[in-house]
């Protein structure tokens, strides 16, 4: 399994573990209602969010698995199905959401997701972005439905729609027309014939929309940033593997997570830096492919979001917090150290953006289906 798959999966499952039989003896902070309001509950897996520019949100939901094409790992039994979607709740709804949690409306359904039992740490839909009346989609890289170690799907057991939806969803940057998916790049491949780094394994897990047009995708598993064209074209923009030191010097991981573009041109990307707290941090990197550190010694980022006056939120899925970075007013370019703003406040929070409201919004539970008992996913925000 991928290197995002697998720390992510690492640390959810011990979370659903103790959730299922102590959920309210062991310390999981559900949201403090007087400081964060639930916007949208009973998400199955909500990952990235994006708001357009009519102030709609949209959902990137993984779905709940299903009960196909099953395989066991040291997690346990995977199954797959056709229950991710495209979620968008109408700005008039965000309006009232201070009153009542809002029903998203599906963009498109039926789109494949792998999952545990009960549906929890999905893998299908993950990144999303919305511009001008669009949105664009990318999905998990097809080998974990697939041959492990390859780009080959399907496994046999994988038919009919399911193999249907495999092939034509995984590893892609799609857009959505019409309430079905249309492909743009298939992120996946560029990464198997070009190897930027070495074991290539691909997890398109974020996009974003550049100034010029193109989409620059963070491959989570890739460790690379890509950039795609509209015609499909996919180029690299930077490497990433190996630039962080571990535990005794030991170089670990980067696993990019989430991309936010800056007014300067610039990424803004969030490290995951796997399972070891206090190594994730915070690069802008430049569309040349230069990378600079602006914040570190985080645990686990799975995202990150630019507000207009270029302050940094972004989520440490382990503590359950949400971080803030501010521009430095000294020094033009340059950042303050991270402030954790809500402290365990989150269970595991794996996306965040800034709505043009000037709320935070949060996607917390974002490993757990929405019919999951005491805990489930939802969408959370705050006044930012």
Same mark, same amino acid.
């Given at each position: 399994?991928?290197?995002?798959?697998?720390?992510? *999966?690492?640390?959810?499952?011990? %979370?659903?573990?103790?959730?299922?039989?102590? /959920? !309210? $003896?062991?310390?999981?902070? +559900?949201?403090?209602?007087?400081?964060?309001?639930?916007?949208?509950?009973?998400?199955?897996?909500?990952?990235?969010?994006?708001?357009?520019?009519?102030?709609?949100?949209?959902?990137?939901?993984?779905?709940?698995?299903?009960?196909?094409?099953?395989?066991?790992?040291?997690?346990?039994?995977?199954?797959?199905?056709?229950?991710?979607?495209?979620?968008?709740?109408?700005?008039?709804?965000?309006?009232?959401?201070?009153?009542?949690?809002?029903?998203?409306?599906?963009?498109?359904?039926?789109?494949?997701?792998?999952?545990?039992?009960?549906?929890?740490?999905?893998?299908?839909?993950?990144?999303?972005?919305?511009?001008?009346?669009?949105?664009?989609?990318?999905?998990?890289?097809?080998?974990?439905?697939?041959?492990?170690?390859?780009? *080959?799907?399907?496994?046999?057991? %994988?038919?009919?729609?399911?193999?249907?939806? /495999? !092939? $034509?969803?995984?590893?892609? +940057?799609?857009?959505?027309?019409?309430?079905?998916?249309?492909?743009?790049?298939?992120?996946?491949?560029?990464?198997?014939?070009?190897?930027p780094v070495s074991n290539p394994e691909s997890n398109p897990y974020a996009v974003a929309i550049d100034?010029?047009?193109?989409?620059?995708?963070?491959?989570?598993?890739?460790?690379?940033?890509?950039?795609?064209?509209?015609?499909?074209?996919?180029?690299?923009?930077?490497?990433?593997?190996?630039?962080?030191?571990?535990?005794?010097?030991?170089?670990?991981?980067?696993?990019?997570?989430?991309?936010?573009?800056?007014?300067?041109?610039?990424?803004?990307?969030?490290?995951?830096?796997?399972?070891?707290?206090?190594?994730?941090?915070?690069?802008?990197?430049?569309?040349?492919?230069?990378?600079?550190?602006?914040?570190?010694?985080?645990?686990?980022?799975?995202?990150?979001?630019?507000?207009?006056?270029?302050?940094?939120?972004?989520?440490?899925y382990s503590n359950g917090d949400l971080v803030r970075v501010r521009p430095d007013p000294e020094t033009?370019?340059?950042?303050?150290?991270?402030?954790?703003?809500?402290?365990?406040?989150?269970?595991?929070?794996?996306?965040?953006?800034?709505?043009?409201?000037?709320?935070?919004?949060?996607?917390?539970?974002?490993?757990?289906?929405?019919?999951?008992?005491?805990?489930?996913?939802?969408?959370?925000?705050?006044?930012?």
């Open positions: 399994m991928r290197k995002w798959s697998r720390a992510i *999966t690492t640390m959810a499952s011990a %979370v659903l573990m103790l959730s299922a039989s102590t /959920a !309210l $003896a062991h310390p999981i902070h +559900l949201p403090n209602l007087e400081s964060v309001q639930i916007v949208v509950d009973g998400v199955d897996n909500p990952r990235s969010l994006a708001f357009d520019g009519n102030g709609d949100l949209y959902i990137a939901a993984a779905g709940a698995g299903g009960t196909d094409a099953c395989t066991t790992n040291d997690q346990g039994l995977f199954c797959s199905g056709l229950t991710g979607a495209v979620l968008k709740v109408a700005a008039a709804d965000i309006r009232e959401a201070s009153l009542t949690p809002a029903i998203p409306m599906p963009v498109v359904s039926g789109l494949i997701s792998m999952a545990y039992p009960g549906g929890s740490i999905a893998h299908g839909l993950h990144g999303i972005a919305a511009k001008d009346g669009q949105t664009f989609v990318v999905f998990i890289g097809p080998e974990l439905i697939g041959t492990a170690g390859s780009e *080959t799907c399907c496994q046999a057991s %994988v038919q009919g729609e399911l193999r249907e939806a /495999a !092939l $034509a969803q995984l590893g892609n +940057l799609m857009t959505v027309s019409n309430g079905t998916l249309v492909k743009i790049a298939d992120v996946d491949h560029f990464e198997y014939t070009e190897n100034h010029d047009g193109s989409f620059v995708i963070a491959d989570a598993a890739g460790n690379t940033i890509v950039r795609a064209q509209p015609d499909g074209s996919v180029s690299l923009v930077a490497a990433l593997d190996d630039i962080i030191s571990g535990p005794e010097g030991q170089s670990i991981q980067t696993v990019p997570t989430g991309i936010a573009i800056g007014p300067d041109g610039n990424y803004y990307v969030s490290l995951l830096a796997g399972f070891h707290p206090g190594f994730a941090r915070i690069v802008r990197i430049t569309p040349q492919g230069v990378v600079k550190t602006l914040a570190d010694g985080l645990s686990m980022l799975t995202s990150i979001a630019m507000a207009p006056g270029g302050t940094l939120y972004a989520t440490e033009p370019g340059a950042y303050l150290p991270a402030e954790v703003i809500l402290r365990g406040q989150f269970v595991t929070p794996t996306a965040v953006t800034v709505g043009p409201d000037g709320w935070v919004y949060v996607s917390d539970a974002g490993t757990f289906p929405g019919s999951y008992p005491v805990i489930n996913g939802k969408i959370v925000r705050f006044k930012g």
